[in-house]
Nanobody
C-alpha cells in the first residue's frame, strides 16, 4: 500500500511560481512505479498534468502545461516535485499526486492505483 501526501499549494498571482511536493511511502517496490500529477478545477473533469517514471526519470506533460511545468523526483527522499512557472488563472485547481505500478507513462487517471488527498492551487489575475 502506497501513501501519498501533497504539499506546497497556495495562492499566487498570475505569472508567479509554485512548487508542489508529493511524499511517497509504504511501497516496497516504489522504484517500479510511475508518479503522476493531475488537477481538477471546480465543475470540470480531472485533467492530466504530468507524469514521471521513478526508475529512469522519463517524463510526459499535458499540452496545457508543457513548457511551464516541470516534474522531477528525489529518489533519496521518495518525493516527486512539480515546479510550476508562469502560472495562469486557468491553472487554478486542486492538484493531486497519483501512483501506479508499472513503467509506462500513462495519462489516464483510471490507470493509477493510489492517490493523495490533493492540494489547492489558486492563481489570481
Amino acid at each position: 500500500q502506497v501513501q501519498l501526501v501533497e504539499s506546497g499549494g497556495g495562492l499566487v498571482q498570475a505569472g508567479g511560481s509554485l512548487r508542489l511536493s508529493c511524499a511517497a511511502s509504504g511501497g516496497s517496490t516504489i522504484s517500479a512505479y510511475t508518479m503522476g500529477w493531475f488537477r481538477q478545477a471546480l465543475g470540470k473533469e480531472r485533467e492530466f498534468v504530468a507524469v514521471i517514471s521513478w526508475r529512469d526519470g522519463r517524463t510526459d506533460y499535458g499540452d496545457s502545461v508543457k513548457g511551464r511545468f516541470t516534474i522531477s523526483r528525489d529518489t533519496a527522499k521518495n518525493t516527486v516535485l512539480l515546479q510550476m512557472k508562469n502560472l495562469k488563472p486557468e491553472d487554478t485547481a486542486v492538484y493531486s499526486c497519483a501512483a501506479r505500478d508499472g513503467a509506462a507513462l500513462m495519462r489516464g487517471d483510471k490507470q493509477y492505483n493510489y492517490w493523495g488527498q490533493g492540494t489547492q492551487v489558486t492563481v489570481s489575475s
